[in-house]
């Protein structure tokens, strides 16, 4: 059974910082891509960044680029966000989500038009993430 468990949200003040994580299980870790979107009240789930675990390459959006990280630990199947200087706009349910990694690159990168909701399979239950100005 594929799982995603997603840790590590809360509440900060506008400046701060916080570390989300996704712990896998159930599937061929190399072999996927892990995302985490975020979705907040009234609006659209929207990619935020995503890894590809057998090449590392990455996307993360441009709303997020500068202050967002992605990375991953093979050795426990896990997948971090690191967030920094958050703003209140960040604001949300953060979810991770796996997919086979079949996403077509462009470049160094994952194609921005791949991370998308529906081409994920495998979702966690999601972690709220919320930032007081």
């Known amino acids: 059974e594929v799982q995603l468990v997603e840790s590590g949200g809360g509440l900060v003040q506008a400046g701060g910082s916080l570390s989300l994580s996704c712990s896998t299980s159930?599937?061929?870790?190399?072999?996927?891509?892990i995302a985490w979107f975020r979705q907040a009240p009234g609006k659209e789930r929207e990619g935020v960044a995503c890894i590809g675990i057998h090449d590392g390459r990455t996307y993360v959006a441009n709303s997020v680029k500068d202050r967002f990280t992605i990375s991953k630990t093979n050795a426990v199947n896990t997948v971090h966000l690191q967030m920094n200087d958050l703003k209140p706009e960040d604001t949300a349910v953060y979810f991770c989500a796996a997919t086979y990694d079949d996403l077509p690159r462009r470049g160094s990168r994952i194609n921005p038009t791949a991370v998308v909701p529906a081409l994920f399979d495998h979702w966690g239950q999601g972690t709220q993430v919320t930032v007081s100005s």
């Open positions: 159930g599937f061929t870790f190399s072999q996927y891509a």
